[in-house]
């Protein structure tokens, strides 16, 4: 018995010092994301855009910037929690924290990439029987068409972008009658096609332009959004009609269309 219990005193000591050793704090095994990612236009020339997150609630040594899953540049923790990129093209952004070679997952996707819709319409031309119509959009990028009403009872005043007047000319729906709220600028090139278009110009916006079938036409919408559109010219009914492709830049002020 009394040779027992030395071997009970060893024991016990070890069984402490194990107990704190496992009870000593250790690194996280997965570090906390930044949130709250957003995008903006940025720059004099409105081609440029701003990322702005929150940070990790680890402390970290940075953060990476991914564009379409590749990583574009770091952004050490000592600096702003903004980045600022003038991409050549359209795509989704991301940002991960990291320290040492631990990297967090990523914030939600931010992206420059178009709303596209096709086959839009159809929109009438004044005065068809089946008009008159006009055509607008929402800021998220989806569009409708609208009754445009009668001179004396019009109708949609607050939600229509563009009409086509009497004589085929896309038009601007405050010329077309002042009680239309929205103010439209309309940029017509005959080089440009949908493919190939890849910025909105940044000036010689025009209250109208004449319609040409297949031609690709930029409107400068709500004063923030760009939208480019290739409208195709049919008829119903004997009619004049139009129905149309469009691509809408959601990030308010960015030239950037492809």
């Known amino acids: ?14 069984v402490f010092f194990i107990g704190c ?12 994301p930044p949130t709250n990612l957003t995008i903006a236009v940025a720059g004099a020339d409105s081609l440029s855009l701003t ?30 929690l903004t980045y600022t990129d003038t991409p050549t093209s359209l795509g989704d952004y991301k940002v991960t924290a990291y320290k040492g070679n631990k990297e967090s997952d990523p914030t939600s996707k931010v992206s ?5 819709v ?6 009438y031309i004044v ?28 109708q949609n005043t607050d939600k229509v972008d563009f ?6 000319t896309l038009t601007n729906p405050h010329t077309f009658d002042a009680d239309f709220e929205h103010v439209t600028g309309i940029a ?24 040409v079938d297949g031609g690709t036409y930029i409107l400068w919408i709500h004063g923030k959004y760009y939208v480019k559109i290739k409208i195709t010219v049919g008829t119903e009914s004997g009619w004049p009609k139009t129905t149309f492709k469009y691509g809408f830049q959601k990030i308010a002020g960015f030239r950037r269309l492809k």
């Open 1 to 14: 018995m009394k040779k027992l219990l030395p071997f009970l005193g060893v024991l016990s000591l070890a």
């Open 21 to 32: 050793e496992e009870e000593e704090p250790t690194e996280p095994t997965k570090l906390a």
């Open 51 to 80: 990322l702005t997150w929150d940070a990790s609630a680890d402390t970290v040594d940075g953060y990476l910037v991914y564009f379409e899953d590749d990583v574009i540049d770091t952004v050490t923790a000592t600096k702003s």
């Open 112 to 116: 420059s990439q178009l709303v596209e």
């Open 118 to 123: 096709i086959n839009q319409g159809p929109v």
């Open 127 to 154: 005065p068809s029987p089946l008009g008159p119509s006009g055509y607008g959009w929402a800021s998220d990028g989806t569009g409708s068409t609208y009754s445009l009403g009668t001179v004396d009872n019009r």
């Open 163 to 168: 009409v086509f007047d009497s004589d085929t």
């Open 188 to 211: 017509y090139n005959d080089t440009w096609t949908y493919d190939n278009l890849t910025e909105a110009p940044s000036s010689g916006f025009m209250a109208f332009k004449d319609v």
